[in-house]
């Protein structure tokens, strides 16, 4: 069996995967203190319970995953971390050899290999989570780009004028969609600490500043999506993340795609593996790296 990871930067899961299947799924609060240290812990207390049944591991990471390494495009969604040799620190933990993938890179693969519409060539997964990742399915194939930035939507810049993100540009779709902004946004207007969860309960309660701060998040993926359908000619959306996947909240980036002209709406669908579909990406991916290197070794 394999041991697929998730790192985000608001939780850490893993589980054992056997022909799709979970099998004894752990979950644990990302670590907010930036320290390497504390993550190596994190990661290994995860792990140590599956390792006796795995002969391989595969992560699906937030961050830029690059030789081994992960290093933060906004590195405030993992505490201030910006480099971190994740591949070495798995292997020694573990002895097992392990294969990385960026988070949305791995769920646009497990959405991709979900689809129905098998002559559907071009797909984008976006997840709207602490940050807000893409992936991208360019004529059936992921896409990693040659340093693993390919698909980083969630800093191509909406606004010149909008709140500055923790990559160092301005209005980004990040800063402007994520749970994290929305925190932030609805935090300052109702001048107390509330996180995306806390502003939806509110949403669905009626309150206006809440429909507000939730609007401002989906019409910033709407305006995303018609982005990428007009360079990639995107025929299929999928939306995942706990914000993505949040009740109405798809419905509400529905809303403001139908106001863009026709030429620039997508298919937009819910994640089928929803809040697994960095896991079973990941796992998917792995399996078919391997049959390829296989096939190419014969
Ligand atoms: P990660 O980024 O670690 O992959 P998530 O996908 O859970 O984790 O995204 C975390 C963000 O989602 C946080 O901003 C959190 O407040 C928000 N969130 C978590 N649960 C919910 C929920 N039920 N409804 C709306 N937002 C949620
Ligand atoms: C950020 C970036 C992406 C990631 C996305 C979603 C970092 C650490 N991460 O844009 O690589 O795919 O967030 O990540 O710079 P999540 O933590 O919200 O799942
Ligand atoms: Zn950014």
């Not at 933060?72 to 969604?77: K, M």
């Not at 390919?150 to 191509?156: E, P, Y």
């Not at 946004?185 to 996180?195: F, G, M, N, R």
């Amino acid at each position: 069996m394999i041991i697929a990871i998730d790192i985000g930067g608001t939780k850490l899961s893993a589980s054992l995967i056997s022909d799709s299947n979970l099998i004894d799924g752990r979950r644990a609060s990302t670590p907010k203190s930036g320290a390497a240290s504390d993550l190596i812990v994190a990661l290994e207390q995860l792990i140590t319970p599956l390792l006796s049944k795995a002969t391989s591991i595969v992560v699906a990471s937030t961050g830029i995953i690059n030789q081994g390494r992960l290093t933060a495009v906004n590195p405030d969604n993992l505490g201030g971390l910006n480099d971190f040799p994740l591949q070495s620190v798995l292997e020694n933990i573990s002895g097992l050899p392990v294969k990385l993938l960026n988070d949305a890179q791995a769920a646009a693969w497990g959405e991709y290999c979900q689809l129905a519409e098998k002559n559907c060539r071009n797909m984008a997964f976006i997840t709207v989570s602490t940050g807000v990742g893409a992936g991208l399915i360019i004529n059936g194939e992921l896409l990693t780009g040659m340093s693993g930035l390919a698909g980083h939507a969630g800093h191509m810049t909406l606004d010149v004028n909008g709140p500055t993100c923790g990559c160092g540009r301005s209005g980004c779709v990040e800063a402007l969609a994520s749970g994290t902004a929305i925190g932030q946004l609805a935090s300052d207007l109702y001048k107390t600490d509330l996180d995306a969860k806390a502003v939806f309960e509110r949403y669905h309660q009626g309150e206006q500043d809440a429909r507000m701060v939730i609007d401002r998040s989906a019409q910033a993926i709407a305006e995303l999506l018609g982005n990428l359908r007009a360079l990639l000619d995107i025929e299929v959306a999928v939306i995942g993340g706990s914000v993505g996947l949040a009740e109405g909240y798809l419905e509400r980036v529905h809303h403001f795609m139908e106001q863009q002209p026709p030429l620039f709406q997508v298919d937009l669908q819910l994640a089928q593996l929803g809040h697994e579909a960095g896991l079973k990406g990941a796992a998917l991916w792995a399996e078919q790296e391997q049959a390829s290197q296989e096939c190419a070794a014969q």
